[in-house]
Nanobody, 115 residues
């Protein structure tokens, strides 16, 4: 079965950086559209960034210029580099994989940014 395991979250001061990783198994990673979503307390889950199998990327306006998404198909791993973090970036960050009509989620990793 498909498994997505995120890591790299933590507590960081405003202006700091983190790098999230998502290791995928049980799927053909290279053909999947992969993405990072986040959900803050009391808010809906929102798209942060995604990347197609060809490497095209999309970012939420709130993170453009600060976050970078990348993938290593040989390692079945998705990354999210978070720079210039702000308190409003505090959320649980989820990895998502889309294969055709199927969508899979990881368990999430907490990112907390202190002011």
């Amino acid at each position: 079965q498909v498994q997505l395991v995120e890591s790299g979250g933590g507590l960081v001061q405003a202006g700091g950086s983190l790098r999230l990783s998502c290791v995928a198994s049980g799927m053909i990673f290279s053909i999947a559209r992969m993405g990072w979503y986040r959900q803050a307390p009391g808010k809906q889950r929102e798209l942060v960034a995604d990347i197609t199998s060809e490497g095209s990327t999309t970012f939420a306006d709130s993170v453009k210029g600060r976050f970078t998404i990348s993938r290593d198909n040989a390692a079945n791993t998705l990354y999210l580099q978070l720079n210039s973090l702000r308190p409003e970036d505090t959320a649980v960050y989820y990895c998502n994989a889309r294969l055709g009509r199927y969508s899979y989620w990881g368990q999430g990793t907490q990112v907390t940014v202190s002011s």
